[in-house]
């Protein structure tokens, strides 16, 4: 995962930019099994291109149980 692409502010996890998704689920994983779950994603979408990051970020709150409510665009 790229250094500075991610930064947590209390449960808040916010993209600055393209992370792999498999990498972005480990971490989630890791955060809710060490008892400090993210529960708000925050993507900084200047950078999106197209869906697909988009797209899989959904399935990937869906595979958590968070509601796709939980991620917000910005910018």
Known sequence: M???ALYR???VLFILSAVD???LRALLSAQKAAGTPIQHLSVYAPWVHDNNFLLGT???LESLSL?????R???
């Open 9 to 11: 502010a209390d449960d």
């Open 21 to 23: 998704t498999e990498d």
């Open 2 to 4: 790229r250094e500075q």
């Open 73 to 75: 665009l910005r910018g």
């Open 58 to 60: 959904k399935t990937l």
């Open 67 to 71: 509601s796709e409510d939980k991620l």
